[in-house]
């Protein structure tokens, strides 16, 4: 048994030849239509490293090699059903070996690479947990497969194109099987008591039997009252918000007029903020629930301007999803109210202030893992005693003299994230606070006095379709439904009739 060996260039001058003397021969004939046959394609891959090979058994013996591009890779027949494919050359080709019938007994797509088994054994071993394909495709490399994280992508193409080489061009497929949405979970908890006690003594005397009067006050203004025109005292007045003792007469001639104001105010705050946002790895989400104040600015000549500035609940975060799932995000959380403390007027509009509470960090956590990132402790203390020098040092007495403002602040604040690794879902199953929510009909709210109405775990409320009408331009829908006739059969003639003097629906009707 003799196996012809050809190549490329000697297949085609084969074939060349045949045909000319074919030609040459035939008689001449009219032009006949071009048939055209199919050819088998290649049925199976190989893939190779510049300088090495592999052994093909065959399933039957062959009597013809043919190989398309010998300077990529090239064949050694061992035997009529053993092959020896081995590679020369970066790039791609095609073998086929047929029978002495012409079929085709082996046929393949050959690619050649640099180094790819080694390339394979390095990814191995740096990667492990990942499942990297290396394939050589036309003077490139194409990496496809499964990695854990962003950074395994990044990281495994630097490596190949650290082995093949800065000629070779290396193009990444690789998806991550690692969820690429971060969802931020944050906790604004706070806690704020305050105490304050006022103790006020007003003390007030006046001679009015002569020309000449004499007087001593203290405390606040306007405790003891007097006769504008006498000026003799006539009595006190309270303070808001507290209790007050006075006493008010005449003895061995003075007016005497005092008070004693006793106040005590205590007051708790309690806030809690749960803010949730989902971003994509390596972008930065924003969320903000309150609203904008208005701040007036002077801008000359007199006139002013308008600037808003935005208070409430607000969050921003950016997520990178690293390695093993782990999550390294920058978090901005923050809580602000109006105050009242501190707010200035100007220009005749009053500024309120803001009574913010705020931190900026960046921490890296697991999936469902929780992290403290501020906390406040606070405790603060105020005392302040307005006396008359040298009689408000008096023991005893000079309590008559003195009096005094004490203030008590604790806050206790604490800021907690967590991050979650999440994917989308059906709409079905994300509940809403809307769900089995519907609105009181006229009995309902009149009747009943009802406000709202649903029931638990009901479907949402949703827009449906308003059923189909016909109309004609510039007709009624009623009118053109009974004065225009309709073919049996006809869409018109099994809608159902509106009534008389109806006009088209629109598109959708919720429901109550």
Same mark, same amino acid.
């Given at each position: 048994?003799t &196996? ?5 260039f ?20 009219a ?17 190779? =490293? ?42 791609? @080709? ?5 029978? %002495? /019938? ?17 390339? %394979? ?8 947990e ?11 490399? !194409?990496?496809? +497969?499964?990695?854990?994280?962003? %950074?395994?992508?990044q ?5 190949? #194109? ?6 070779t ?19 604004i ?9 006022? &103790? $006020?003594?007003n ?5 009015? @039997?002569?020309?000449?009067?004499? +007087?001593?006050?203290? +405390? ?25 003792f006075?006493?008010?007469?005449? !003895?061995?001639? !003075?007016?005497?007029? %005092?008070?004693?104001?006793? /106040? ?16 994509l790895?390596g972008? @930065? ?5 309150? +609203? ?12 002013v ?16 999803? *690293? ?38 960090? @960046? ?5 469902? #893992?929780?992290?403290m990132?501020?906390? !406040?402790?606070?405790n ?13 040092d008096?023991?005893?007495?000079g309590?008559?003299?003195? =009096? ?6 604790e ?9 979650? *690794?999440?994917?989308?879902? =059906? ?8 769900? $089995? ?31 189909p009408?016909?109309?004609q ?36 009707s919720?429901?109550?």
């Amino acid at each position: 048994m003799t &196996i012809t060996r050809k190549t490329r260039f000697h297949a085609l001058a084969a074939v060349a030849a045949t045909a000319l003397v074919a030609s040459l021969s035939a008689p001449i004939a009219a032009p006949a239509q071009a048939q055209t046959v199919a050819r088998p394609q290649p049925t199976d891959n190989l893939t190779l =490293s510049v300088g090495r090979g592999q052994l093909v058994d065959l399933p039957r013996a062959m009597s013809d090699l043919f190989v398309a591009n010998d300077a990529i890779a090239d064949v050694q027949v061992r035997s009529s059903r053993a092959l020896y494919v081995f590679g020369k050359a970066a790039g791609e @080709t095609t073998v086929y070996a047929t029978d %002495s /019938a012409g079929n085709v007994v082996y046929s393949a797509t050959v690619r050649v690479g640099t180094n790819l088994n080694s390339v %394979s054994s390095m990814l191995d071993l740096a990667m492990p947990e990942a499942q990297i394909a290396v394939t050589p495709m036309n003077g490139l490399v !194409l990496l496809t +497969g499964t990695v854990a994280s962003p %950074s395994d992508v990044q990281e495994a193409q630097s490596l190949v #194109q650290a082995f093949v080489g800065e000629e070779t061009q290396v193009v990444s497929r690789l998806r991550t099987a690692t969820p690429l949405q971060v969802n931020l979970q944050v906790r604004i908890a706070e806690v704020s008591r305050s105490v304050v006690r006022d &103790i $006020g003594v007003n003390l007030l005397t006046r001679d009015t @039997t002569g020309g000449f009067q004499f +007087g001593v006050a203290q +405390g606040r203004a306007g405790a003891i009252t007097t006769d504008e025109t006498t000026g003799a005292i006539t009595g006190f007045q309270g303070l808001a918000n507290a209790t007050t003792f006075g006493a008010a007469g005449n !003895l061995l001639g !003075l007016d005497i007029g %005092s008070a004693l104001d006793l /106040a005590e105010t205590e007051g708790l705050v309690t806030t809690l903020a749960e803010p949730n946002l989902t971003a994509l790895s390596g972008e @930065t989400a924003s969320f903000l629930a309150g +609203g904008e104040f208005p701040i007036p600015l002077s801008q000359g000549l007199g006139s002013v301007s308008i600037e808003y500035k935005q208070f409430g609940v607000s969050l921003a975060f950016t997520p990178i999803v *690293l390695a093993n799932g782990r999550i390294s995000m920058r978090v901005r959380p923050e809580v602000s109210e109006l105050s009242d403390n501190g707010a200035i007027t100007l220009n005749g509009f009053t500024v309120p202030a803001l009574t913010t509470r705020r931190a900026e960090t @960046t921490v890296e956590l697991g999936s469902g #893992q929780s992290f403290m990132i501020a906390g !406040l402790l606070q405790n603060s203390h105020n005392t302040t005693v307005n006396r008359t020098p040298g009689l408000g040092d008096v023991p005893i007495l000079g309590a008559l003299f003195r =009096s005094n403002r004490w203030r008590r602040a604790e806050t206790e604040l604490v800021i907690v994230v967590t991050p979650y *690794l999440v994917q989308p879902v =059906s709409a079905n199953q994300i509940a809403l606070p809307t769900d $089995g929510y519907q609105s009181p009909n006229a009995a309902e709210r009149l009747l009943l006095g009802r406000t709202y109405r649903g029931e638990t775990g009901a479907t949402r409320p949703g827009p449906t379709m308003a059923p189909p009408t016909t109309v004609q331009p510039g007709i009624d829908a009623g009118a053109a439904n009974q004065a225009l006739p309709s073919p049996a059969g006809s869409p018109q003639q099994n809608a159902v009739a509106e009534p008389a003097g109806s006009s088209a629906a629109p598109g959708f009707s919720f429901n109550d």
